[in-house]
C-alpha cells in the first residue's frame, strides 16, 4: 500500500502544467502494483483547494484512490516529530499535516509519493519516498 502526499494528489487533480504528468504517471504505476491511500490531512487540504462542489474523495475514489484513516500512534508520533523540527529551529510553514502524512506513510504503508523527498526523508528515517520523475 503507497500513500499520497498532497502536493501530488494536487497536480493530478488541477492538471498542474508543471507536474501534472510525472505525477499521474506515478501514481498509475503505483495503483496497478496495489493499493493507494491518502490520509486524513491529505483529504482535508486536497478538498480545500477544489473548487467543486464534489468532495476531494469522491474525485480519488473514482481514480482508485481509497482513503485510509491515521491511526493514533501515527498521530502521537506526527506530533513527536512535529516537536522535534520545532527544537531544531524548524519555521512555522511546516505544519501539523506534513508530519501526519509522513507517520501516516511511515507507520501504516510501504511509501509515499511526494514531491518534497527531503523534508520527509530528515524526519522520518526508514520511509521509502517515491519521487515523480520530471
Known sequence: MIALDSSVVVDLLVGDRQFAESSGACIGEALSAGDVVVCDAVAAEVQTLLDTQETAMDTLNALGIRYLPTSEQAAVRAGHMQRRFRDRGGRRERVVA?????????LQCQGLITRDAGFYRDYFKGLKVIVPKA
Do not use: N, V
Open 98 to 106: 506534513d508530519f501526519l502524512i509522513g507517520a501516516h506513510a511511515l
